[in-house]
């Protein structure tokens, strides 16, 4: 068998959870495969919102495996925070399977990062501030601490050596407000409920699973232009969101990954600094922010807000390979009588469908083509063929211009608001 991937396909916020929930039922397996607590994965279930940081999202069905692969960052405090809240709706957590070669995030991870972004001024790269950047750093300067080494005797004295490299390292930046001691204390508190899980082999695991038939989805944090070698660079997370970061966030072949499913908003989002060629500050913007209740799942700020861009989508889907379009958030277009495209991109004058190397230098000018709005409410609407026309000619111009078929469109946030197209 196998292993099918879900991603994002723009800056994040695209609606994964929710697509994830809904097909986890396929599936024998959903695994992370990369990220940590930066994500923020929304799911609403008769009528109760449930927000995943580090757990996937298949956790709300019954008889499916939910593993955190060796490509996530774990921070034990949100990570027990997560297993509490989850207890505490009676669910059954011993379905979630801990990778020993993921990371953790330390106390002076999260430090660090406030205090760079802090030192930054104006220049901030938009960061969420849970420690993500510098626990990447660690693990690839091969100074970090495993889940695999919480259990091993001199596990508190590499800690310790850890801490005082980040406290000394600190120093070069200005003080900001952060309790160490407070934040360490609930970090060891938190160690322990992670003892509690099940630990795995995160490659032997999956392989072996892949061998006995089992189903699997690999699911993917961030969205594909926040990765850290295709995105918009420097603005971008620390791990790579595409679907190739599912080999080595999980320890599969590239001959092993089968249907890539890309997910996408009708419009197009972004939190934090960076480039946005479609981004609308206007009276346009603040609409599309308020019927799509645009404030982050992690940080609570407000999105920015602009027309879906094509050129940038084709981009994404052709890094993924992506075999499967899932349209999210169609209902918050309901009340627009013109919906624009971004088809074309004009770069000093010349006309180009290829992303330029930076996406902030000047000269860059987005061409829309615009659309009839279909002006009525399709929350309701569970069959794609019951769709307004003017609907249908938005989603065949998609799928024209994108070359890949669109599957799926989401008309709102309950789980059961969901087309499926065969």
């Known amino acids: 068998m196998p292993v099918d991937v879900l991603l994002g396909l723009q800056w994040g916020d695209e609606g994964k959870g929710k697509i994830v929930d809904y097909i986890a039922r396929d599936y024998d397996i959903i695994a992370r495969f990369q990220g940590g607590p930066n994500a923020g994965h929304t799911i609403i279930i008769n009528g109760h919102k449930h927000v995943l940081h580090t757990i996937p999202s298949g956790v709300f069905r019954d008889d499916v495996l939910n593993v955190i692969g060796n490509g996530v960052v774990i921070d034990p405090i949100v990570l027990s925070r997560e297993l509490k809240a989850l207890k505490d709706l009676g669910l059954d957590i011993s ?41 990447y750093m660690d693990k690839t300067g091969r100074n970090g601490l495993r889940i695999g080494d919480i259990e091993s005797e001199d596990f508190k004295n590499r800690y310790e050596r850890l801490k005082h490299k980040h406290l000394e390292l600190g120093k070069i930046y200005p003080k900001i407000d952060f309790d160490f001691a407070e934040e360490e204390r609930k970090w060891f508190d938190s160690l322990e409920d992670l003892k509690k899980l099940k630990t795995i082999n995160c490659s032997f695991f999956i392989n072996d699973a892949l061998n006995a038939g089992k189903k699997i989805l690999a699911e993917g944090a ?30 599969v072949a590239p001959n092993r990954i089968g ?70 958030k169609m209902d ?7 919906i624009c495209l971004g088809t074309d991109y004009k770069v000093n004058g010349h006309m180009t469908r290829e992303l330029p190397y930076r996406l902030d230098e000047k000269g860059i000018d987005v061409e829309y083509t615009t659309m009839n709005g279909w002006n009525c409410d399709i929350n309701s609407l569970r ?10 000619e938005y989603i065949r111009f998609l799928e024209s211009y994108l070359e890949v078929p669109v599957t799926m469109i989401s008309n709102g946030p309950e789980r059961e608001s969901l087309m499926v197209r065969n």
Not at 230 to 245: A, D, H, I, Q, R
Not at 296 to 312: E, F, K, Y
């Open 95 to 135: 379905n979630i399977l801990l990778a020993k070669k993921a990371h953790l995030i330390l106390p002076t991870h999260r430090y660090l990062d406030a205090a760079s972004e802090a030192s930054k001024g104006k220049e901030k790269i938009g960061s969420t501030l849970r420690g993500i950047g510098p626990t």
């Open 222 to 251: 961030q969205g594909s232009m926040l990765d850290i070698d295709y995105g918009t660079y420097p603005f971008v997370t620390s791990s790579n969101t595409l679907s190739s970061g599912v080999c080595v966030g999980l320890g």
């Open 259 to 328: 249907k890539v499913f890309g997910i996408s908003k009708s419009y197009c989002t972004r939190v934090g600094s960076g480039p946005f060629p479609t981004e609308l500050n206007d009276e346009t913007g603040e609409k599309l922010r308020k019927v799509g209740h645009e404030f982050g799942a992690t940080t609570g700020r407000p999105r920015r807000t602009g027309w879906i861009d094509l050129v940038q989508l084709k981009y994404t889907i052709q890094l993924n390979g992506v075999d499967h379009l899932c349209i999210t």
């Open 332 to 338: 918050c277009l309901n009340d627009f009588g013109e």
């Open 383 to 392: 069959n794609y063929n019951e769709l307004p026309e003017e609907a249908k």
